[in-house]
């Protein structure tokens, strides 16, 4: 057996250089014995003794140095099984398919399973499944629980291919070759620490009474305080009981610091303190509601408190009585389920009309944009804008690509009219030509850049006004110098009429200006039936006193044969699915199919036992979804899920996918929001 063993490597040459030394040796004695025989013949005596020594020592201890380092091997061997076998980290081998070849004492203890175990380790851990195992990479890892604790799995390729070629006892493919080396490692600890730093973190909020004026105004006038007390007496006794602290900063508004773990109990209870307010009645006619802003995760307090203040902009921008957390790039939404309450005073619309006349006066030209698709809404505010830029002899545009149905009997009212430009109407290339360091683009009836005709617009010039009535999203154009957005209002046109009331004394409204206005307020509240308040319907006869005629606007939306059946087909195939009556519009053969869903889904509200209605309508690629409801169902709430946005009653979504697909979705969307609770 020893005779098989050959030594190689360093430890051959420490075995033979005697026996090299023996050879430099004797050619020494070969000189000498040439220089004198004597010497040399003396030398060769001893040279001759050496070498019998060398060759005796050398063949009767390489055996026993061979059996001696074939010994240790075998003990270093089982030292290393054993070190592996005892290791306090788990570890085992797999084959490549997953299936448990071998694992030490640590491994069999966690998974409670005999170390001759051999079934797939999917059976073990369920989460570590075929797919997870390292093929294509040489190494992978994979969190999981496991037993009631954190496990992270390190899984390594070790390749088999040298044993394999020195083997005649298997065949495996070559593909194949390897086996895969598991070490498992306790997170719990870890992620413990991690989560409890997580929870200690200060988080920073602010609240806001929205009504508290109005509020105030519908009680007498002795139980005012007391008013006031009972609601700061339940904000305090709310935000103490989850370990915060309350400090009230003004009459109406208060600034909020708790851990975050308390912040994780108010989202899970879906900010509860919204509905509890609204039970404070001493007398007063009018409910207090909230808004309620919480930053979360920034890189320092400040941070945090100036996502706080995104925050509660975006929660009072959206209407109120809700609120909203900011977490980093992520926003999350609480409430807003009820209708925010109209404010009777016109204060701040006399005040952004100042201030948008002032914009105007410092700039040479005016730009006037909408959404996409655009709507009568959008237009008819659009040439209040174009109004009121023209009175104060600016030279103003209107951007518009794609003319609806809808819209073009009223640009047909423009074009060719000799007292307007024929330059009035651009497209969006032709604006991007126009526009220069001396132009302010004003743009209504959207707040998101990427819905607006011209996103690339808004880069281009410095000064921007956004005159709105949607609940703004995460998505917002922030670079403004002057916002507008008032979720109460009906319309655009209501608050461009509003702010031209108020923009120059002198302003003469002419009378298809007038009928465009009124034409907006008239389709966003679909004919006063839906969405009004008493600001609505004074707009309204300010422009009736302007000139604008309702037999005209009337007839400037009478639709044609193809456009009426399109929206019967609708309603005549819409399938009532819990309360909510969907459909699907034909698109083929109109020329704004969108605008006659929009129309369909008005019409579903008419239907006895519908709370809302959802139109899907095939259009340039895309699913258009157009949601209505009167007021039990808020279907902004439902759209922000797919993506849009909206009002409480009226709002829409885009989908990229196919009609069946998108129908699915709204399904979808509408189960998991009422067993969640989060639909009114």
Same mark, same amino acid.
């Given at each position: 057996?020893?005779?098989?063993?050959?030594? $190689?490597?360093?430890?051959?040459?420490?075995?033979?250089?005697?026996?090299?030394?023996?050879? /430099?040796?004797?050619?020494?004695?070969?000189?000498?014995?040439?220089?004198?025989? $004597?010497?040399?013949?003396?030398?060769?005596?001893?040279?001759?003794?050496?070498?019998?020594?060398?060759?005796?020592?050398?063949?009767?201890?390489?055996?026993? /140095?061979?059996?001696?380092? !074939?010994?240790?091997?075998?003990?270093?061997?089982?030292?290393?099984?054993?070190?592996?076998?005892?290791?306090?980290?788990?570890?085992?081998?797999?084959?490549?398919?997953?299936?448990?070849?071998?694992?030490?004492?640590?491994?069999?203890?966690?998974?409670?399973?005999?170390? %001759?175990?051999?079934?797939?380790?999917?059976?073990?851990?369920?989460?570590?499944?075929?797919?997870?195992?390292?093929?294509?990479?040489?190494?992978?890892?994979?969190?999981?629980?496991?037993?009631?604790?954190?496990?992270?799995?390190?899984?390594?390729?070790?390749?088999?291919?040298?044993?394999?070629?020195?083997?005649?006892?298997?065949?495996?493919?070559?593909?194949?070759?390897?086996?895969?080396?598991?070490?498992?490692?306790?997170?719990?600890?870890?992620?413990?620490?991690?989560?409890?730093?997580?929870?200690?973190?200060?988080?920073?909020?602010?609240?806001?009474?929205?009504?508290?004026?109005?509020?105030?105004?519908?009680?007498?006038?002795?139980?005012?305080?007391?008013?006031?007390?009972?609601?700061?007496?339940?904000?305090?006794?709310?935000?103490?009981?989850?370990?915060?602290?309350?400090?009230?900063?003004?009459?109406?508004?208060?600034?909020?610091?708790?851990?975050?773990?308390?912040?994780?109990?108010?989202?899970?209870?879906?900010?509860?303190?919204?509905?509890?307010?609204?039970?404070?009645?001493?007398?007063?006619?009018? @409910?207090?509601?909230?808004?309620?802003?919480?930053?979360?995760?920034?890189?320092?307090?400040?941070?945090?408190?100036?996502?706080?203040?995104?925050?509660?902009?975006?929660?009072?921008?959206?209407?109120?009585?809700?609120?909203?957390?900011?977490?980093?790039?992520?926003?999350?939404?609480?409430?807003?389920?009820? *209708?925010?309450?109209?404010?009777?005073?016109?204060? *701040?619309?006399?005040?952004?009309? %100042?201030?948008?006349?002032?914009?105007?006066?410092?700039?040479?030209?005016?730009?006037?944009?909408?959404?996409?698709?655009?709507?009568?809404?959008?237009?008819?505010?659009?040439?209040? !804008?174009?109004?009121?830029?023209?009175?104060? +002899?600016?030279?103003?545009?209107?951007?518009?690509?794609?003319?609806?149905?809808?819209?073009?009997? /009223?640009?047909?009212?423009?074009?060719?009219?000799?007292?307007?430009?024929?330059?009035?109407?651009?497209?969006?290339?032709?604006?991007?030509?126009?526009?220069?360091?001396?132009?302010?683009?004003?743009?209504?009836?959207?707040?998101?850049?990427?819905?607006?005709?011209?996103?690339?617009?808004?880069?281009?010039?410095?000064?921007?006004?956004?005159?709105? %009535?949607?609940?703004?999203?995460?998505?917002?154009?922030?670079?403004?110098?002057?916002?507008?957005?008032?979720?109460?209002?009906?319309?655009?046109?209501?608050?461009?009429?509003?702010?031209?009331?108020?923009?120059?004394?002198?302003?003469?409204?002419?009378?298809?200006?007038?009928?465009?206005?009124?034409?907006? !307020?008239?389709?966003?509240? +679909?004919?006063?039936?839906?969405?009004?308040?008493?600001?609505?319907?004074?707009?309204?006869?300010?422009?009736?006193?302007?000139?604008?005629?309702?037999?005209?606007?009337?007839?400037?939306?009478?639709?044609?044969?193809?456009?009426?059946?399109?929206?019967?087909?609708?309603?005549?195939?819409?399938?009532?699915?819990?309360?909510?009556?969907?459909?699907?519009?034909?698109?083929?053969?109109?020329?704004?199919?969108?605008?006659?869903?929009?129309?369909?889904?008005?019409?579903?509200?008419?239907?006895?036992?519908?709370?809302?209605?959802?139109?899907?309508?095939?259009?340039?690629?895309?699913?258009?979804?157009?949601?209505?409801?009167?007021?039990?169902?808020?279907?902004?709430?439902?759209?922000?899920?797919?993506?849009?946005?909206?009002?409480?009653?009226? @709002?829409?979504?885009?989908?990229?996918?196919?009609?069946?697909?998108?129908?699915?979705?709204?399904?979808?969307?509408?189960?998991?929001?009422?067993?969640?609770?989060?639909?009114?």
């Amino acid at each position: 057996m020893n005779r098989k063993v050959k030594l $190689k490597g360093a430890i051959k040459i420490y075995m033979q250089w005697p026996l090299l030394l023996m050879i /430099l040796i004797c050619i020494m004695n070969g000189v000498v014995f040439v220089i004198d025989r $004597k010497a040399g013949g003396a030398m060769a005596t001893f040279t001759f003794i050496y070498v019998i020594f060398i060759l005796v020592l050398y063949m009767r201890t390489k055996n026993t /140095l061979m059996n001696d380092l !074939i010994t240790f091997a075998t003990q270093y061997g089982q030292i290393q099984k054993k070190l592996l076998l005892e290791m306090k980290i788990p570890y085992a081998v797999l084959d490549n398919t997953g299936k448990l070849l071998w694992m030490n004492k640590e491994f069999s203890r966690i998974s409670e399973k005999d170390r %001759h175990y051999s079934k797939s380790i999917t059976s073990l851990f369920p989460s570590i499944t075929k797919d997870v195992l390292p093929n294509e990479l040489e190494e992978c890892h994979i969190l999981f629980e496991y037993d009631g604790k954190d496990y992270e799995a390190q899984m390594r390729k070790v390749s088999m291919d040298n044993v394999l070629e020195t083997t005649s006892l298997v065949n495996v493919d070559m593909d194949k070759s390897y086996i895969i080396a598991l070490y498992l490692f306790d997170r719990t600890e870890l992620n413990t620490y991690i989560k409890e730093n997580k929870e200690q973190k200060l988080v920073t909020g602010l609240i806001y009474l929205d009504n508290y004026e109005e509020a105030l105004e519908s009680v007498e006038e002795v139980r005012r305080s007391l008013l006031t007390a009972l609601i700061d007496r339940k904000i305090n006794k709310y935000i103490s009981g989850m370990d915060g602290i309350v400090k009230k900063l003004e009459k109406d508004k208060y600034f909020v610091v708790m851990k975050q773990k308390h912040l994780d109990t108010l989202q899970n209870n879906k900010f509860s303190i919204l509905d509890e307010v609204k039970t404070v009645n001493i007398g007063n006619e009018m @409910a207090v509601t909230l808004s309620i802003g919480f930053g979360v995760n920034g890189g320092t307090y400040a941070q945090n408190y100036a996502y706080a203040r995104t925050s509660i902009d975006l929660a009072l921008g959206r209407g109120g009585d809700q609120a909203v957390v900011k977490d980093n790039d992520k926003i999350f939404y609480y409430g807003g389920k009820t *209708k925010q309450v109209e404010k009777s005073t016109r204060v *701040k619309a006399r005040v952004k009309a %100042h201030a948008l006349r002032e914009l105007m006066e410092a700039n040479d030209k005016i730009i006037v944009m909408g959404h996409k698709i655009g709507d009568v809404d959008s237009f008819g505010a659009s040439i209040g !804008i174009y109004r009121a830029a023209r009175a104060l +002899n600016k030279k103003a545009y209107v951007v518009i690509n794609e003319i609806t149905t809808s819209v073009r009997p /009223l640009l047909e009212c423009f074009v060719n009219n000799p007292d307007y430009d024929g330059d009035m109407f651009v497209t969006s290339n032709e604006s991007l030509e126009i526009v220069d360091g001396s132009t302010v683009v004003v743009v209504v009836d959207v707040n998101r850049p990427s819905y607006t005709e011209c996103e690339e617009l808004l880069r281009r010039v410095r000064s921007i006004v956004v005159l709105d %009535h949607h609940r703004q999203g995460a998505e917002s154009i922030e670079n403004a110098v002057l916002s507008y957005v008032e979720t109460y209002a009906s319309s655009s046109c209501e608050m461009v009429a509003e702010i031209l009331q108020y923009f120059d004394e002198s302003i003469k409204i002419k009378g298809i200006e007038a009928d465009c206005l009124y034409a907006g !307020i008239m389709i966003d509240t +679909n004919n006063f039936m839906s969405k009004t308040g008493v600001r609505t319907f004074e707009a309204a006869a300010y422009l009736k006193r302007c000139g604008a005629d309702v037999s005209r606007v009337r007839k400037l939306f009478r639709d044609d044969m193809a456009t009426y059946k399109a929206r019967a087909e609708a309603v005549r195939h819409a399938e009532v699915y819990r309360e909510f009556a969907i459909s699907v519009c034909p698109a083929s053969g109109l020329e704004s199919p969108t605008v006659v869903g929009a129309q369909a889904a008005n019409e579903l509200l008419n239907i006895v036992g519908v709370k809302a209605s959802v139109v899907l309508t095939e259009y340039n690629g895309k699913i258009y979804v157009s949601a209505r409801s009167i007021d039990e169902i808020n279907v902004q709430l439902i759209m922000e899920r797919l993506g849009g946005g909206g009002h409480l009653n009226i @709002a829409g979504a885009q989908l990229e996918c196919d009609v069946e697909e998108a129908k699915s979705i709204v399904k979808e969307t509408i189960d998991e929001m009422i067993e969640n609770g989060d639909l009114a």
